[in-house]
């Protein structure tokens, strides 16, 4: 089955240390994004990319990095520089049509809260 | 600067319809989603509208007026497993998706 498995979905972590949350996909999109949603704000995007080896800071990449090594794999650390990082994170992918809106596709989401 | 407007809440009895309004502000259009997200869950697609008017979709109908930077979702024959949030993301000159906050829809038997 082609999809978007994120992992783990709940995460806890003590203050001042740095986490990476994995994201793959086997549909073979070219563009992924890493979202963080906070209860009563809309999804917010933190880094975004569309091609292998090239990612673009989104709204809030502070405290934030990623890296896009394969076409399948988005990894997002996130360092002790973010100041409040418990949240929902919400990795996605899409086709990437010329001239138009794409589709998102969303993992599961991983859940992390810092201590 | 980009703003997206719907309600917080809505409470809807189940069998009935319910029609959840979006205003948006955004640089540039291409397009707007719909997507219901379960609590706790990852949002999943349920429309996308890029020209004015509506599209039906099963129970689910969305409307587009780009002039009126306007847009709703229809539920019609509502279930309790439409109990749900659902976002309003307009797409902009970037093809970025701008996303609101979500409408939380309460249904009751």
């Known amino acids: 089955d082609g999809g978007i498995t994120q992992s783990p979905k709940y995460l806890f972590r003590k203050e001042g240390q740095n986490v990476t949350l994995s994201c793959e996909q086997n549909?073979?999109?070219?563009?992924m994004y890493w979202y963080r949603q906070d209860p009563g704000q809309g999804l917010r995007l933190i880094y975004y990319?569309?091609?292998?080896?090239?990612?673009q800071k989104g709204d809030i990449a502070e405290g934030y990095s990623v890296s896009r090594e394969k076409k399948e794999s988005f990894p997002l650390t996130v360092t002790s520089a973010q100041k409040n990082p418990t949240a929902f994170y919400l990795c996605?992918?899409?086709?990437?049509?010329?001239?138009?809106?794409?589709?998102?596709?969303f993992g599961p989401g991983t859940r992390l809260t810092v201590l | 600067g980009q703003n997206i407007d719907q309600p917080t809440e809505m409470t809807a009895t189940e069998g009935a319809i319910v029609q959840i309004n979006c205003t948006y502000q955004?640089?540039?259009?291409?397009?707007l989603f719909w997507y219901q997200q379960h609590a706790g869950e990852a949002p999943t697609f349920l429309s996308y509208?890029?020209l004015d008017g509506l599209e039906e979709k099963g129970r689910f109908s969305s409307f587009l007026s780009r002039s009126k930077g306007y847009s709703y979702l229809l539920l019609k024959e509502l279930q309790m497993k439409d109990s749900a949030s659902y976002l309003c993301?307009?797409?902009?000159?970037?093809?970025?998706?701008?996303w609101g906050a979500g409408t939380k829809l309460i249904i009751k038997p």
């Open positions: 990319s569309q091609i292998v080896n090239d990612f």
């Open positions: 993301a307009p797409c902009d000159s970037n093809y970025q998706l701008i």
């Open positions: 996605a992918s899409s086709i990437v049509l010329a001239g138009g809106a794409d589709e998102q596709f």
């Open positions: 509208n890029v």
């Open positions: 549909l073979n999109h070219d563009a």
């Open positions: 955004t640089s540039g259009f291409n397009g």
